[in-house]
């Protein structure tokens, strides 16, 4: 197993492990997203970057020793399929999430009709729960397509080492 393929399926590991009980909590109390929001960003920013700083050690070993793992043109090729296969998935989210904000969420909004001295004016309210519920389903896509890219990047080289 390459070093790429170990650093994906790490990042795999840590996503799955702060995200899930992220969102089984924001999708029955969705009004408390916020506070968790900020608590798994930054317990993400601190796992990746103590993930970074020991495959920085590694590496760092490695040279010294003369085994430096070098990036060449396959696994550039990889990453690059990755990365787009995980962008064209991040931009149907993004699509299906704002077709579903236009056309499913005012299904579930309340007439509010408000009279002022210059006339009645109607208007359409939403409960913030389904608001936010929403927000946290496109958070969702953005994480699954994060995952989604891990995941290309090992499938990858999995397929290469397969091939006689």
């Known amino acids: ?67 430096m793992v070098v990036v060449d043109e396959l696994d550039r090729l990889i990453q690059y399929k990755a990365a787009l296969l995980s962008g064209v998935i991040l931009a149907c989210v993004v699509v299906i999430w704002v077709i579903g904000m236009m056309y499913v969420l005012p299904l579930h909004a309340t007439t509010m009709v408000e009279t002022t001295s210059d006339g009645v004016y109607s208007h359409a309210a939403w409960p913030i729960t389904d608001v936010m519920r929403t927000v946290h389903w496109l958070f969702a896509g953005f994480v699954a397509t994060n995952l989604l890219y891990y995941v290309a990047i090992i499938v990858q080289y999995r397929s290469m080492r397969d091939e006689p």
Do not use: N
């Open 1 to 67: 197993m390459s070093i790429h393929e170990k650093s994906a399926w790490v990042s795999i590991v840590a996503i799955l492990g702060l995200y899930i009980p992220y969102f089984m909590v924001v999708d029955v109390h969705p009004l408390q997203g916020l506070y968790r929001f900020w608590v798994v960003g930054i317990g993400m920013a601190v796992i990746m970057g103590v993930f970074r700083a020991v495959d920085a050690i590694v590496q760092v070993v490695q040279q010294r020793a003369g085994t």
